[in-house]
């Protein structure tokens, strides 16, 4: 099981600063798309230079000029670049193709799709890398959360790894653990932690199962 920490409500400088203090316990870094689309895909460049090991993720959340949209953040140095689950097939399929041809992966964002199981059946079969169920901000502030979500795609996709995103802080992250999901995104709660170095080593106990 892997660990993002999600960083969405920083500069790319800030951003970097909080990426460095945490590295050693997250697997992959997001640079989120309030990010991306304050700074451009430049915050993605120097979140990566900046890095040692962990993987850069741009949140991008495509949704047309896919094959295109992937090629520049793979140029700008992302590992792992997302499109949303309701695009279009033929966007969803260039955006792999284009990931896969720089030997990078294409998360599928399924926030806002509504036959979460038929979607997830068709992402599979289409070779997305990751199938993330995520609770977007606007629907945590009307007290949602992703984890029945994560059972039902978890049921029924057999080659994609699963993800889960949306409000999970270092106090509920046990219980997302325990659905044993592929990787498990936290942003503020690891980003706006009163200590974040201690938030993110606490989170990757969870995870390691210490
Ligand atoms: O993708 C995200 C959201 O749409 C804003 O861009 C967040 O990165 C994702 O929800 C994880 O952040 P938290 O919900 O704060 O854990």
Redesign the pocket.
Known sequence: MKLQL?I?LLNKEEAVKLAQEVEDFVDIV?I???IVINEGLPSVKLMRESLNNAQVLA?L?IMDAAGYEVSQAVDFGADIVTILGVAEDSSIKSAIEEAHKNGKELLV?M?AVQNLEKRAIELDEMGADYIAV????DL?AEGQSPLESLRTVKSVIKNSKVAV????KPETIKSVADENPDLI?????I?NAENPREAAKYCRDVIDGK
């Open positions: 999600a969405d997001e989120g798309t309030p949140d959340k964002d926030i995520h609770t977007g901000y945590q995103a949306g409000g999970i995104i936290v942003g503020g709660g980003a």
